[in-house]
């Protein structure tokens, strides 16, 4: 099983990116699926989650300006970028909890994908 994430780039401020993440492998269904972030010199940071319902949070910072959704069928998270500001800048990492076909429940780490918001 792998994630991979892509769709980050640089963008001005106040632009738009949609940044998505396939599963693939041996995946037999998908829990909690999330994106996090990391600015330099910053720990990690939850962006926003999604459960297998639809069910979504997200941090303040990001309200009103990101939408998490993911497609099951396509076993795909995104997640939609706006009025992006450049403290918004971090590479973003997805993250899913994925069960197997062996029946064996992990976390998943993407290979994160840089957005930078210039000002």
């Known amino acids: 099983v792998q994630l991979q994430a892509s769709g980050g780039g640089l963008v001005q401020a106040g632009g738009s990116l949609r940044l998505s993440c396939v599963a693939s492998g041996s995946v037999f269904s998908i829990n909690t699926m999330g994106w996090y972030r990391q600015a330099p010199g910053k720990q990690r940071e939850l962006v926003a989650q999604i459960s297998s319902g639809g069910t979504t949070n997200s941090v303040n910072s990001v309200k009103g300006r990101f939408t998490i959704s993911r497609d099951n069928a396509k076993n795909t998270l995104y997640l939609q970028m706006t009025s992006l500001k450049p403290e918004d800048t971090a590479v973003y990492y997805c993250?899913?909890?994925?069960?197997?076909?062996?029946?064996?429940?992990?976390?998943?780490w993407g290979q994160g994908t840089l957005v930078t918001v210039s000002s």
């Open positions: 993250n899913a909890e994925i069960l197997d076909r062996r029946g064996i429940l992990s976390a998943y």
